[in-house]
């Protein structure tokens, strides 16, 4: 059945690249503007965090001749890598921001609407 699967998450794992290095590149050419203004480098990063998980998933998938039990222990760790990863970003960009000169650097409830579309 997972072979059936194979050409996709081939192609999952090229497109996750493919998109992270446009990512790198959209970073580098405005750096300046990025470095100028508080929690954006983490919110840079965020996109870079879920696009390496996609592929790793991806590349987990591909993995032959495991039993499906470890598919499902490699993802649920990667999950968890996931969510460890996002929060520290998260916390860091909440923190950034309180400490912030006025204008502040994201909305107030910013924090709060982000961790609530993670649920």
């Known amino acids: 059945m997972m072979e059936e699967w194979g050409n996709f998450f081939v192609a999952m794992a090229g497109a996750s690249v493919a998109f992270a290095g ?4 959209s970073v580098s050419i405005n750096l300046k503007q990025i470095l100028k203004q508080p929690g954006l480098i983490s919110r840079a990063g965020k ?3 879920v696009l390496f998980t996609l592929f790793v998933a991806s590349s987990i998938m591909l993995i032959p001749d495991q039993r499906r039990s470890f598919y499902g222990i490699e ?3 990667l999950a968890l890598a996931f969510a460890v990863a996002i ?3 998260l916390r860091n960009q909440h923190r950034r921001a309180q ?3 006025p204008p502040r650097a994201m909305p107030r409830y910013s924090l709060q609407f982000r961790v609530a579309l993670f649920r």
Do not use: D, K, N
């Open 22 to 25: 446009l990512v790198l590149v």
């Open 47 to 49: 996109p870079l965090v």
């Open 75 to 77: 993802l649920m760790l």
């Open 99 to 101: 400490t912030a000169p």
């Open 87 to 89: 929060s520290a970003v």
